[in-house]
């Protein structure tokens, strides 16, 4: 027994690992094909990584990774390939922004505000998708990609001009929020147990929210009737229908529900760095939060770890931009690599998992006949 | 002569099942030889084995008094051996033609060559009278034109032994005619030709002679002319019935269910259940018996909530639930043991207390409120383990690593720790061990005597004779009889079940009550 359960320990932390090591050696490869230093590249990017700095930066860059995560999974679950995160947290930041300008409140109401708007506009246009999944049996991958371009290309790309606040800047955006529509940094939090921040970085608030979020996400999946619907509906929809879970209901709770939290992927931005919409807003947020939630498994450990690694490894590409070291594009094809290793060796995990699992029953079984 | 095909001694395993035993089968060049059975009766893994699809476990297989092994349908493509499916494998988007040559193309300078597929199509077509056009896109064709084409697959590679599985299954009576006309010219041209089926009339219209298959073992050949529909339903259905247990009636006069003049449609719009009426008492066990695809599937559905029937009432303890959701009528006292434990009754990779938490969700023990209660659900499933034997480590393994009986013990089990009033039960020991079905049918005996109401649809004849109060035979959609488990006889059952009743009247010996309620 206990050395089933080592065994089984042993397997799960295999995975990653031997994930993490195929990766650093494809990415060794690259390196020194493209006639970099692979060796001083890697020792820059922990040196770095290591800097009290650089870790407030991972920090800020992990918090929308992971809210996008957690948007993407809760569709996963139940195999519905919700990949509208992407629209739906651009056109959320976006209205937010404009609202967001528009009230003048109590500081921590005006906050509230904001990222409830967010979170209704996120789930409105992914309810959209769902909608018509429910009513008409649209694929939610089509209808999802096409709400991205309305969304994207549309929406905000038209609306944008209508909302500038001054015509003259260089990078045009929407009318900055009111300083009590802005949430405090969490500098203060952290510098009680290190040193001072330096260098202006500031650890933003959101990264609570997503953390409460994460929780959320935890205990209702696994702990709540609806996270049993939603999980039983992903692992055999026939059973779960025959046992009482509505099909329709739960596409729209996982559809809308997704929406909620792709509102808050775009808030760092919003209520912490710029304070509005503009040209520079951050997008593809929506696109690598699925490769963080297939990398953390679509739970919510899982992709906090997944989350981590992705900023450690964004905020690495402009340390290497900057030494002049290494293309920043070796830390895409890092990324790239993990996730595609990791996929593979889940599935090999998993399978050797199962064999174990059914020896091990069968072998209870004829011991007790 | 040499037969066509000759089959000496057959024999499949499947882990707990013998699908064929001893199977011995003879087909002379340029019949139509027909093999009838039950469903289940393993007619289909028959083919299988003899379509190249899976190897048999003994037995020799001779082509032309050639003995063969085939590894795959490759090899029995080769020995001038094709199959029609039952479910066309055609791509709708793609005209007639390319469906054709699809994976036997005729190619020149390594481009198809079409003319020359259209030659050989044409050809092909004109030597044994079926017409279609090469240009018309597949998805445009009526059901019967595309099994001209699935024909037409099988003859452009070269096949001069046709096994055609349950072809009639998809098509309406004019098609039918057309079919066995385009048959006959095939035999005339020389084919042979195996017809699998279960329709009794169709099989004497059509074939020279007639093989039957009943669990797994051939029981006879016999010449077409020589016997009557009622003959063969006898021969399918066996000539010992098992006699019922002598078991004390529990029945009572409550009425658990009532299903008033129900009509369900399935995928194509036709009527698959049509116009069913009856009542189950508590204490009652209603047997269904039926060949498999006459409706079952589609009145358990209308019954569990996953299909809406178009007309008709479904009352439980008096209260209308025909429009109620799947979660209601199991809140409401439904419980249901699928027949496909795998598709419908389990999650695979869940625990086993979450197996026994499914359709059961949303009372305690398994939740509270909001919150899915986790220690009274792992308790209520080593309660179920213990109770009813469910052999497995624990309850936190994955429902995979159990075996096929122990998952159906898990599946009664969960069913009737909730205290159904009514039971839907299909083929409850369908693929289980005897040990393990012995255990199902004492479950089901004793829940009956505590009053509750089974509901049981099943193809194994000792199951519905032996569990059963009362029988109702349901044929094409409809009740057609309603028999006392004890007087029945092999031919009365056999007669309803595959439709000879309908036709001749020599089967109207027993009690019997046509289409009235149960």
């Known amino acids: 027994m206990n050395t089933g359960l080592l065994r089984r320990v042993g397997l799960a932390v295999a995975a990653p690992l031997v994930s993490a090591a195929i990766a650093i050696l494809i990415s060794a490869i690259v390196l020194e094909l493209s006639g970099s230093d692979a060796v001083e590249t890697f020792r820059t990017m922990i040196e770095n990584g290591t800097k009290l700095e650089s870790m407030i930066d991972m920090l800020n860059r992990a918090t929308p990774l992971y809210l996008s995560a957690i948007a993407a999974a809760i569709g996963f679950r139940m195999n519905l390939f919700n990949i509208g995160v992407e629209g739906q947290y651009i056109l959320a930041a976006f209205v937010a922004a404009v609202v967001g300008a528009e009230l003048d409140l109590w500081a921590p109401l005006h906050v509230a505000a904001i990222m409830l708007t967010a979170m209704l506009v996120g789930a409105a246009w992914s309810g959209l998708a769902g909608l018509l999944k429910v009513t008409r049996g649209v694929n939610e991958v089509i209808s999802t990609i096409m709400l991205n371009f309305i969304a994207v290309g549309g929406l905000v790309a038209g609306l944008l001009p209508k909302f500038i606040d001054d015509p003259t800047a260089t990078n045009q955006g929407t009318t900055p929020i009111a300083e009590s529509g802005r949430l405090p940094d969490l500098n203060s939090w952290v510098e009680v147990f290190t040193r001072e921040i330096t260098k202006g970085r500031q650890l933003t608030g959101v990264f609570v929210v997503a953390i409460i979020v994460g929780i959320i996400y935890h205990v209702v999946i696994n702990r709540s009737r609806l996270g049993f619907d939603i999980r039983a509906s992903g692992m055999n929809p026939t059973a779960a229908r025959a046992g009482g879970v509505p099909p329709k209901r739960m596409i729209m709770l996982a559809m809308v529900g997704g929406g909620l939290v792709a509102g808050l992927v775009g808030m760092p931005e919003i209520l912490s760095d710029t304070n509005a919409y503009d040209q520079g807003f951050v997008q593809g947020l929506g696109f690598a939060g699925i490769a963080v939630a297939l990398l953390g498994r679509n739970t919510a450990l899982g992709m906090a770890f997944a989350a981590l690694l992705f900023g450690f490894l964004d905020s690495s590409a402009a340390v290497l931009q900057v030494s002049n070291l290494a293309s920043s594009e070796i830390v895409v094809i890092m990324q790239a690599t993990i996730l595609l290793v990791a996929v593979i060796a889940y599935e090999v995990v998993n399978r050797i998992r199962q064999r174990d699992e059914v020896k091990r029953a069968a072998q209870l079984v004829e011991a007790s006949a | ?518």
């Open chain 2, 1 to 518: 002569m040499t037969a066509a095909i000759e089959l000496i001694g057959i024999t499949k395993r499947f882990p707990g099942v013998i699908a064929n035993d001893d199977v011995n089968l003879r087909v002379e060049p340029g019949e139509i030889h027909a093999i009838c059975g039950e469903n289940g009766a393993g007619k289909s893994t028959l083919m299988k084995i003899l379509y190249g699809m899976q190897p048999a476990d003994e037995g020799v297989m001779k082509i032309h008094g050639e003995e063969v092994h085939f590894s795959s349908p490759t090899d029995a493509i080769a020995q001038g051996i094709g199959m029609v499916h039952q479910h066309f494998m055609l791509a709708d988007q793609m005209t007639v033609l390319e469906n054709v040559i699809l994976g036997s193309e005729p190619s020149k300078y390594g481009l198809i060559d079409q003319a020359e597929a259209e030659r050989h199509l044409r050809a092909v077509g004109e030597a044994y009278g079926l017409t279609v056009d090469p240009n018309d896109l597949v998805e445009t064709l009526e059901v019967g034109e595309k099994q001209r084409v699935e024909i037409i697959k099988v003859l452009f590679r070269g096949a001069k032994i046709l096994i055609l599985d349950e072809p009639t299954a998809v098509l309406v009576p004019q098609e039918v005619e057309e079919l066995f006309r385009n048959l006959r010219e095939l035999q005339a041209d020389g084919a042979t030709i195996i017809f699998i089926d279960h329709k009794l009339q169709e099989v004497l219209e059509i074939s020279d002679r007639i093989t039957v298959i009943r669990r797994g073992k051939t029981v006879t050949t016999v010449d077409a002319d020589a016997v009557t529909a009622a003959d063969l339903a006898e021969l399918m259905v066996g000539s010992e019935l098992p006699s019922p247990e002598t078991t004390d009636s529990t029945v009572t006069d409550e009425v658990a269910l009532e299903v008033t003049g129900v009509t369900v449609l399935d995928e194509d719009g036709r009527a698959a259940v049509e116009d069913v009426s009856m009542k189950v008492r508590r204490g009652e066990v209603l047997g269904v018996a039926g060949i498999e695809g006459n409706g079952q599937a589609e009145l358990i559905e209308a019954l569990i909530g996953t299909r809406d029937p178009v007309r008709g009432r479904v009352r439980l303890m008096g209260q209308d639930i025909t429009k109620s959701s799947v979660r209601h009528r199991r809140e409401a006292g439904i419980g249901f043991v699928p027949q496909d434990r795998h598709a419908e009754g389990l999650l695979l990779d869940a625990t086993l207390w979450e197996n026994a938490a499914l359709g059961h969700q949303t009372k305690p023990p398994f939740s509270k409120g909001f919150w899915i209660d986790r220690a009274g659900s792992r308790e209520r499933t080593e309660e179920i383990r213990r109770e009813f034997d469910v052999r497995s480590p624990g309850v936190d393994v994955s429902a995979r690593a159990l075996s096929g009986g122990n998952q159906q013990k898990l599946i009664i089990g969960r069913e009737m720790t909730a205290d159904p009033i009514v039971l839907i039960a299909a083929h409850p020991t369908r693929g289980i061990d005897v040990g393990a079905q012995a255990e199902v049918w004492n479950d089901i005996r004793e829940a009956r005597a505590n009053g509750m109401a089974t509901l049981l649809v099943s193809a194994d004849l000792d199951e519905l004779i032996g569990l059963s109060d009362t029988i109702v035979v349901m044929f094409h959609g409809k009740l057609v009889a309603t028999l006392d488990p004890n007087e029945v006889t092999p031919r009365t059952l056999g007669s309803y079940m595959t439709g000879a009743a309908l036709e001749t009247s020599a089967a109207s010996e027993g009690d019997v009550v046509h289409g009235g309620d149960a």
